[in-house]
């Protein structure tokens, strides 16, 4: 592959992972199905605490999330249940301390916000980690690991490509030094036209 052809593929990268991780489209296809998910899933308040209504709960919601994320998965209340206390056991952090045996401390005393608390915690966990997994997803999908002349093309242009403030002077590096930072200049990058774009609106809005 010539330079040339490598730029105009550096280019093309770019575009492609600007549109996959457009925040719009994040929270479209990753926070909304979630959000839905959890307020499908709020217990009904006059409900007394108990440990099966809590473990009800908690399985209802990554039921009700894998049924309307991006896998269409419908697991059975065994399955939900193991997923959701490890989300739980891994995920979860308040000033009861972490993991499951500190939602159910929370999710059992209403003065901390009880069930709905934990399935909220839940929620903003699992967008959190769709979200990391799709940005994975995407930039592993952009350039083969064995690729460094594309991944030198790519760092060279995005260094180019960025605004002043992020790049803080990388145009001035060689590709060589930024090729193992492909990911994170790609991330800037998309961050920065994300910003760029909703800056563009407001000043739309406020001169209309």
Not at 63 to 92: F, H, K, M, V, W
Not at 95 to 105: I, M, W
Not at 179 to 193: F, N, T
């Amino acid at each position: 592959m010539t330079n040339c052809n490598r730029r105009d593929r550096a280019s093309e990268i770019v575009e492609r992972a600007a549109v996959l991780l457009d925040e719009e489209r994040l929270a479209r296809e990753i926070d909304d199905p979630v959000d839905e998910a959890l307020v499908a899933s709020m217990p009904d308040e006059s409900q007394a605490f108990s440990l099966r209504a809590f473990h009800d709960s908690i399985a209802e919601f990554v039921r009700q999330a894998c049924q309307r994320g991006g896998t269409r998965r419908n697991p059975d209340r065994d399955e939900a249940l193991s997923e959701a206390l490890s989300i739980l056991e891994s995920g979860y952090q308040s000033g009861s301390g972490k993991g499951y045996t500190a939602a159910y401390r929370d999710a059992s005393d209403p003065e901390q916000g009880g069930i709905p608390l934990v399935l909220a915690q839940m929620a903003d966990w699992l967008k959190a980690e769709q979200r990391q997994k799709r940005i994975a997803r995407v930039l592993d999908g952009c350039v083969s690991p064995s690729d460094w002349p594309l991944k030198r093309q790519l760092a060279a242009w995005l260094a180019l490509a960025l605004p002043p403030d992020p790049s803080a002077g990388l145009a001035c590096c060689p590709p060589a030094q930024l090729a193992p930072c492909w990911r994170e200049l790609l991330l800037l990058y998309v961050d920065a036209a994300a910003l760029h774009t909703r800056e563009a609106a407001r000043r739309l809005v406020i001169t209309a």
